[in-house]
């Protein structure tokens, strides 16, 4: 695995697990504390988010716009309803690969903008109207950026 610097996601308890394993495999980014240091739109994204290690198929097909190739088992970030979505078929930022700690926030903030926002291909009904109603809700106290780093390490 190479060496990200001094956050490195290589060194996260989560990317260990990931690395004992040839094949891709997923954890949840939401946790049970969420709520207490989170707004709801941020809860609801957790949500629809997991850590997954990069498989075969992510290697080979997520180069497009991107300065680095994806490594095999690469920790990456990914629509939890697109999933299981062949990765050509999946929506248009679904998936993204931070190359640090504190680039997780960031990630998860693209992948509302330019996949969950602009409607997810596999969203049940439910879920657009949940969603609809927390973002007119506009409630944005949190500690954003500094929990979802605290809560990956």
């Given amino acids: 695995y190479m060496n990200l610097g001094r956050s490195s996601l290589a060194q996260l308890p989560l990317a260990q697990m990931m690395q004992t394993s040839n094949t891709s495999r997923s954890m ?19 949500a ?19 300065n680095k190739n994806i490594s095999l088992r690469q920790v990456g970030v990914r629509c939890i309803h697109c999933k299981r979505l062949p990765v050509t078929a999946r929506g248009p930022g679904s998936v993204y690969f931070p190359s640090t700690i504190e680039c997780i ?5 693209n992948l509302h903008i330019y996949h969950i926002k602009k409607g997810c291909p596999t969203f049940s009904t439910e879920l657009k109207e949940w969603y609809k109603q927390v973002t007119a809700r ?8 500094e929990y979802w780093t605290e809560s990956a390490r």
């Fill in 28 to 46: 949840a980014i939401s946790t049970p504390h969420d709520p207490e240091s989170l707004s709801e739109l941020q809860c609801f994204l957790r």
């Fill in 48 to 66: 629809q988010i997991e850590y997954f290690s990069a498989g075969d198929e992510d290697v080979s097909s997520h180069t497009r716009g991107r």
């Fill in 105 to 109: 926030y960031q990630a998860g903030q």
């Fill in 138 to 145: 506009k409630s944005y106290v949190g500690r954003g950026r």
